[in-house]
């Protein structure tokens, strides 16, 4: 028989078990939906003029409210959630789930409650299939600090996952524009709801395989140029693209013919997205993308490092520690950081690159985020990194 988890009152992630919990043994419905639902119930209810009233603390009448508010969040929020949903839970079952719910906002303390219980939920139930796992907050913070989106600046990423990058972004510039794309549906929906709650339109999550290329007309999905040109009239590319692809996953012989990096070697899916990425920005344009460690340091990928120098003025190379993508994989990683270049170099061997290995990755062999002193913060290294990396892009713009 599985051990019931401890439930621990205001832990998220204990929070996001509990509600897995009682959803998958009382409700037989499927616990990704009905948290969803619940969530956007939940944050319908805090943008309506009710919100000081209780959600859904009683039994009796529980399902004609949490109707209620889905209608209301259809009709708020369009793309978030089909019009025809309703919960399929008893009214019993949504007071329970509603009682653990801690009293604080979801919608305050931007929203980091929120991302902590859909990331749980979304990783539980896809991403680790496919060897992709959401970059924890607290490095995309960092890494968003060091690029730094610019008022009406485009920002993209090709696997948006849960939208943690895209919401950072907005966090750090409200004016700018983000996009995101995946092709895991149940992800793409995450994404929705949270750029929504970020006052963003949920249209613009996009689910489709950001590897298609118009050379592709195996289906009818559309193209990132196709979808962009359909939105933006002289879209030239975006201006700054933050990315934690897939690192496994089988893309399939179709591709080789039409990415460089896949030809004379072996196909793998985070080096074709390293490709499309750069392919996708402005000359000029800013890149941050999460990479196997294998991808910097390995020799049999020296081509791909080549190639990647030629287009690209690496600005940093940010390892990461073993303990960052944990409890789901104990796989080394780093961030690659830099600027596309105006056209291929054929010499860059002078050029400096910033090393940074990190000695502190604000977890534990567990996957537990270690906090500093002060109990709020997480405990990581990356901040010490984050001023050389600003100084280095402000030296590129100045042309120094």
Same mark, same amino acid.
């Given at each position: 028989?599985?051990?019931?988890?401890?439930?621990?009152?205001?832990?998220?992630?204990? !929070?996001?078990?509990?509600?897995?919990?009682?959803?998958?043994?009382?409700?037989?419905?499927?616990?990704?939906?009905?948290?969803?639902?619940?969530?956007?119930?939940?944050?319908?209810?805090?943008?309506?003029?009710?919100?000081?009233?209780?959600?859904?603390?009683?039994?009796?009448?529980?399902?004609?409210?949490?109707?209620?508010?889905?209608?209301?969040?259809?009709?708020?929020?369009?793309?978030?959630?089909?019009?025809?949903?309703?919960?399929?839970?008893?009214?019993?079952?949504?007071?329970?789930?509603?009682?653990?719910?801690?009293?604080?906002?979801?919608?305050?303390?931007?929203?980091?409650?929120?991302?902590?219980?859909?990331?749980?939920?979304?990783?539980?139930?896809?991403? #680790?299939?496919? #060897?992709?796992?959401?970059?924890?907050?607290?490095?995309?913070?960092?890494?968003?600090?060091?690029?730094?989106?610019?008022? #009406?600046?485009?920002?993209?990423?090709?696997? /948006?996952?849960?939208?943690?990058?895209?919401?950072?972004?907005?966090?750090?510039?409200?004016?700018?524009?983000?996009?995101?794309?995946?092709?895991?549906?149940?992800? /793409?929906?995450?994404?929705?709801?949270?750029?929504?709650?970020?006052?963003?339109?949920?249209?613009?999550?996009? /689910?489709?395989?950001?590897?298609?290329?118009?050379?592709?007309?195996?289906?009818?999905?559309?193209?990132?140029?196709?979808?962009?040109?359909?939105?933006?009239?002289?879209?030239?590319?975006?201006?700054? !693209?933050?990315?934690?692809?897939?690192?496994?996953?089988?893309?399939?012989?179709?591709?080789?013919?039409?990415?460089?990096?896949?030809?004379?070697?072996?196909? *793998?899916?985070?080096?074709?997205?390293?490709?499309? /990425?750069? *392919?996708?920005?402005?000359?000029?344009?800013?890149?941050?993308?999460?990479?196997?460690?294998?991808?910097?340091?390995?020799?049999?990928?020296?081509?791909?490092?080549?190639?990647?120098?030629?287009?690209?003025?690496?600005?940093?190379?940010?390892?990461?520690?073993?303990?960052?993508?944990?409890?789901?994989?104990?796989?080394?990683?780093?961030?690659?950081? #830099?600027?596309?270049?105006?056209?291929?170099?054929?010499?860059?061997?002078?050029?400096?690159?910033?090393?940074?290995?990190?000695?502190?990755?604000?977890?534990?062999?567990?996957?537990?985020?270690?906090?500093?002193?002060?109990?709020?913060?997480?405990?990581?290294?990356?901040?010490?990194?984050?001023?050389?990396?600003?100084?280095?892009?402000?030296?590129?713009?100045?042309?120094?």
């Amino acid at each position: 028989m599985g051990k019931r988890h401890e439930f621990r009152e205001g832990d998220w992630e204990s !929070i996001a078990l509990r509600l897995d919990e009682i959803i998958s043994a009382h409700s037989g419905e499927d616990p990704f939906d009905e948290a969803l639902k619940l969530l956007v119930a939940r944050l319908a209810h805090e943008s309506s003029p009710a919100s000081t009233e209780p959600f859904l603390s009683h039994a009796e009448g529980a399902v004609r409210q949490a109707n209620r508010l889905l209608r209301q969040a259809v009709e708020r929020w369009p793309g978030v959630l089909d019009t025809r949903t309703v919960t399929r839970l008893s009214g019993a079952e949504l007071a329970r789930c509603a009682a653990i719910l801690p009293p604080a906002r979801l919608l305050s303390e931007d929203l980091v409650g929120l991302d902590a219980i859909f990331e749980f939920i979304v990783n539980r139930t896809s991403k #680790g299939q496919k #060897g992709q796992y959401f970059t924890p907050r607290h490095v995309i913070s960092e890494v968003v600090e060091m690029l730094r989106p610019r008022p #009406g600046e485009l920002v993209a990423d090709l696997a /948006c996952g849960s939208g943690g990058f895209l919401r950072h972004a907005l966090l750090h510039e409200p004016r700018c524009s983000v996009w995101g794309f995946d092709q895991d549906l149940r992800a /793409c929906r995450v994404a929705r709801v949270m750029l929504a709650a970020s006052g963003q339109e949920a249209s613009r999550i996009v /689910c489709t395989d950001s590897l298609r290329l118009p050379t592709h007309r195996a289906d009818r999905s559309s193209t990132v140029e196709e979808i962009m040109h359909s939105k933006i009239e002289d879209f030239q590319g975006f201006d700054l !693209i933050l990315t934690n692809p897939p690192f496994a996953g089988d893309v399939g012989d179709q591709f080789a013919e039409h990415y460089q990096l896949a030809r004379g070697r072996r196909v *793998e899916r985070d080096v074709l997205f390293l490709e499309r /990425c750069v *392919e996708l920005l402005k000359p000029g344009g800013r890149l941050a993308i999460v990479l196997p460690h294998s991808k910097v340091g390995n020799r049999q990928w020296t081509g791909v490092r080549r190639w990647l120098l030629e287009r690209v003025r690496l600005i940093a190379s940010l390892g990461l520690g073993r303990n960052t993508f944990r409890p789901h994989t104990g796989q080394k990683a780093c961030v690659l950081v #830099g600027r596309k270049r105006a056209a291929v170099a054929q010499r860059f061997d002078e050029e400096e690159v910033l090393f940074f290995v990190s000695d502190r990755d604000g977890k534990d062999v567990r996957g537990r985020l270690l906090l500093g002193a002060d109990g709020q913060r997480v405990d990581h290294d990356l901040p010490e990194a984050t001023p050389l990396v600003r100084a280095r892009f402000d030296l590129l713009a100045a042309g120094v």
